[in-house]
């Protein structure tokens, strides 16, 4: 079955440490994408690349960092400086960068601090 | 800048009845496109439809449909015979092509939470 998938499903961060979540997609897709949402919020833009070994930072890209070294591939890691990283983040995934190119999602990963 | 309000923090519908969640844009871009999604409890976004600016005729996938206007910057999502399984947050988003930045990024409204009563 192709699709995104995301782990892992819960992960805790202690105080000073750097984290990464993990993105994978079977799909084929060139462009990722990562959201970041909060309790109530809509989704905001971490990064995004369009091509391997090539991403830009979104709305929101201070405090973490990304890359992108095989297609299939786009880990996030959250760095001691971002503050307040507790969120809900999504990675998602499109055929390419054109207006009507949906973006799917995977399930997810859910980061609290310790 | 693109903006997307959604007005109806939450929604009730009875079981096999239709329901409409309203959406409303803002945007400069000439060529922009809508989409909604579905967040059920277990978080992942699953898309439903999609609308593009320059489409003639509103969008229809099943039970699902999109009332586009245009002129009103309106595009509500109807749900025909809704279903238990409804039940979830629903999210508008607007994905813009005016260069200035915005091609690559959806942008996001804060959702209406919809239960549907059996």
């Known amino acids: 079955d192709g699709g995104i998938t995301q782990s892992p499903k819960y992960l805790f961060r202690k105080e000073g440490q750097n984290v990464t979540l993990s993105c994978e997609q079977n799909l084929n897709h060139d462009a990722m994408y990562w959201y970041r949402q909060d309790p109530g919020q809509g989704l905001r833009l971490i990064y995004y690349s369009q091509i391997v070994n090539d991403f830009q930072k979104g709305d929101i890209a201070e405090g973490y960092s990304v890359s992108r070294e095989k297609k299939e591939s786009f880990p996030l890691t959250v760095t001691s400086a971002q503050k307040n990283p507790t969120a809900f983040y999504l990675c998602a995934s499109s055929i390419g960068d054109r207006l009507g190119e949906t973006q799917y999602f995977g399930p997810g990963t859910r980061l609290l601090v310790l | 800048a693109q903006k997307i309000t959604q007005t109806q923090p939450g929604m009730f519908v009875q079981e096999k009845e239709a329901v409409t969640l309203d959406c409303t844009y803002d945007t400069s871009d000439q060529s922009y496109g809508l989409f909604w999604y579905k967040q059920p409890s277990s978080g992942e976004m699953i898309f439903l439809i999609y609308q593009g600016s320059y489409d003639e005729q509103n969008a229809t996938e099943g039970r699902y449909s999109l009332n586009f206007q245009k002129a009103r910057k309106s595009a509500n999502l109807v749900i025909s015979a809704s279903q238990l399984g409804d039940s979830a947050m629903y999210f508008c988003?607007?994905?813009?092509w005016g260069g200035g930045g915005s091609n690559y990024k959806l942008t996001f409204g804060k959702g209406t939470l919809l239960t549907v009563n059996p």
């Open positions: 988003a607007m994905r813009g």
